[in-house]
Nanobody, 128 residues
Framework: EVQLQASGGGLVQTGGSLRLSCTASGFSFDGHVIGWFRQIPGKVRDGVACIWKDDGTTYYDDSVKGRFTISIDRAKNTVYLQMNNLKPEDTAVYFC?????????????????????WGQGTLVTVSS
């Protein structure tokens, strides 16, 4: 069964750090783009960062540039989102997603509908 498992959320104070993990099972990230999205209840799902497994291309939303880093551990078939200097406005449920496409395209950052495979969310809460 094709699955993504997201983990690593929690409660952290402003300025703190968290690392989210997204592990694939039933398939390899080869030839895929992997994205992190976040959602606040009642709001649309917003793109945070994307990475292409084959060439390592990354895109970030402006709100997280310089604070968040997306990376991939090929041996573990896992994508990470390192989140530093967290702010209360980063509070959301974070989702990872994957889609088979080896051609970098920034539209993946703003089109959750481009992704077919989704993991369950993990809640990140940043207290002020």
């Amino acid at each position: 069964e094709v699955q993504l498992q997201a983990s690593g959320g929690g409660l952290v104070q402003t300025g703190g750090s968290l690392r989210l993990s997204c592990t694939a099972s039933g398939f390899s990230f080869d030839g895929h783009v992997i994205g992190w999205f976040r959602q606040i209840p009642g709001k649309v799902r917003d793109g945070v960062a994307c990475i292409w497994k084959d060439d390592g291309t990354t895109y970030y939303d402006d709100s997280v540039k310089g604070r968040f880093t997306i990376s991939i551990d090929r041996a573990k078939n896992t994508v990470y989102l390192q989140m530093n200097n967290l702010k209360p406005e980063d509070t959301a449920v974070y989702f990872c997603a994957a889609e088979r496409d080896s051609n970098p395209n920034i539209m993946y950052l703003v089109r959750p509908s481009y992704f077919e495979i989704w993991g369950q969310g993990t809640l990140v809460t940043v207290s002020s």
